[in-house]
Every structure is written in structure tokens, then in C-alpha cells.
Antibody
């Protein structure tokens, strides 16, 4: 069964930086789009960013453009989310998700999530 | 800015059938929006039910089905069970690599 394990969350002050990591296993990582989806406390899901199999295409929700960067290392079966200039409103559980294999979609398999808290 | 709309809440009786919808504040949903559906219980990661309108994710029972009904995407649950009580989210593709989730529907089974 596909496994996705996020790490790197924690408490950070406004304006600070954090790097989230997601390690994939039990699937051919390099063949899939990868995504980050977040969920603020008590709120709904929000798509954050996507990256193509070879990293040649990246997309972001408007609210994080210029502050967040998605990247991947297929040799290490990992995807990352580099977060700079963090704001209180970025506080959320961040989920890593692999896209479906044969149809479009932002997520098929999900990790368990990692909590990012932005607070002074 | 186009908003993805979902019913805030819905209820269904055990064994019953319920259809949740996913629409747009402006315009109609079609298969070109590749609607997907997710189920989430409190404290858990989401679980994918349906991708691209009507493709069930691995292991999802055929009680769950997706379609386009009128101008909206729809998720139909037949033979509702107690453990179907969850939050359900849809997501639509807006073009240019952008996906937008709806606000979610809280389904109660009672």
C-alpha cells in the first residue's frame, strides 16, 4: 500500500521559515504528480501546491505565491514545501498527497499530515 | 473569484440514499472540471472516494458513486451506514494548474 509520511512541522514565529518534507514509498514516486493540501484548525481543505513528475511544472494557490516553493527529489522519493515569510493564517495541518495515476486530480493517496503553527 | 459551493450539512437515515452536490458560484460544473470527492472524519487525514467525476479510488465500495447532475457534480451514497457520518469535500480544476476545494458538507446519519 502506498505510504506518504510528512515531517518538518512545528511552531514558528510570523515572518519565519520552515521546510516540510514528505517521503513516499511502495509506489513509483517519479511517475506521479505530487501535491500539498492544508487544513486550518476547524476549517476545510485548501489545495496549496502541485509539482509535475519531473519538476518542470509547479502551481500554487494565490495566497502562497512568492512565499512557498514546492520541489521534489525523485532519487529520494521525496517532495518538499519550502515556506518563507510565514503568516498566522498559514497555521494548518499540511498534507502531502499523490495524484491519481490515470485521471486528473489533486489527490489519491494522503499522508497523515504535519502541523504548522505560526504564532508569536 | 469563483467559489466552489457545497451544502453545509445534510442528514440521511441508515440504509438510505443521499446525494451531495458541488457547484460553482458562477457557471456550471462539467467533466472538464475533473471533480473529485473526499471523506474526512475528525482528527483523520482525508480519504479519496472519487476522482475525475466518477472513478472510484482503490478500495472504495460501490455504494459511493460520482456523476454530473444538472449543473453540478454529485456524490451519491446508497445504503448509508453509521460510519459514513463524516465531512465530505469536493474539489474542482479551475485551469492553469489550480484546484479549488469546496467548503465541505457535514453528513449526519440518523
Amino acid at each position: 500500500e502506498v505510504q506518504l509520511v510528512e515531517s518538518g512541522g512545528g511552531l514558528v514565529q510570523p515572518g519565519g521559515s520552515l521546510r516540510l518534507s514528505c517521503a513516499g514509498s511502495k509506489f513509483t514516486f517519479s511517475s506521479y504528480w505530487m501535491n500539498w493540501v492544508r487544513q486550518a484548525p476547524g476549517k476545510g481543505l485548501e489545495w496549496v501546491a502541485s509539482i509535475k513528475q519531473d519538476g518542470s511544472e509547479k502551481y500554487y494557490v494565490d495566497s502562497v505565491k512568492g512565499r512557498f516553493t514546492i520541489s521534489r527529489d525523485n532519487a529520494k522519493n521525496s517532495v518538499f514545501l519550502h515556506m518563507n515569510s510565514l503568516r498566522v493564517e498559514d497555521t494548518a495541518v499540511y498534507y502531502c498527497a499523490s495524484a491519481p495515476e490515470v485521471v486528473p486530480g489533486p489527490a489519491d493517496y494522503w499522508g497523515q499530515g504535519t502541523l504548522v503553527t505560526v504564532s508569536s | 473569484q469563483t467559489v466552489v459551493t457545497q451544502e453545509p450539512s445534510f442528514s440521511v437515515s441508515p440504509g438510505g440514499t443521499v446525494t451531495l452536490t458541488c457547484g460553482l458560484s458562477s457557471g456550471s460544473v462539467s467533466t472538464s472540471y475533473y471533480p473529485s470527492w473526499y471523506q474526512q472524519t475528525p482528527g483523520q487525514a482525508p480519504r479519496t472516494l472519487i476522482c475525475s467525476t466518477n472513478t472510484r479510488s482503490s478500495g472504495v465500495p460501490d455504494r459511493f458513486s460520482g456523476s454530473i447532475l444538472g449543473n453540478k457534480a454529485a456524490l451519491t451514497i446508497t445504503g448509508a451506514q453509521a460510519d459514513d457520518e463524516s465531512d465530505y469535500y469536493c474539489v474542482l480544476f479551475m485551469g492553469s494548474g489550480i484546484w479549488v476545494f469546496g467548503g465541505g458538507t457535514k453528513l449526519t446519519v440518523l
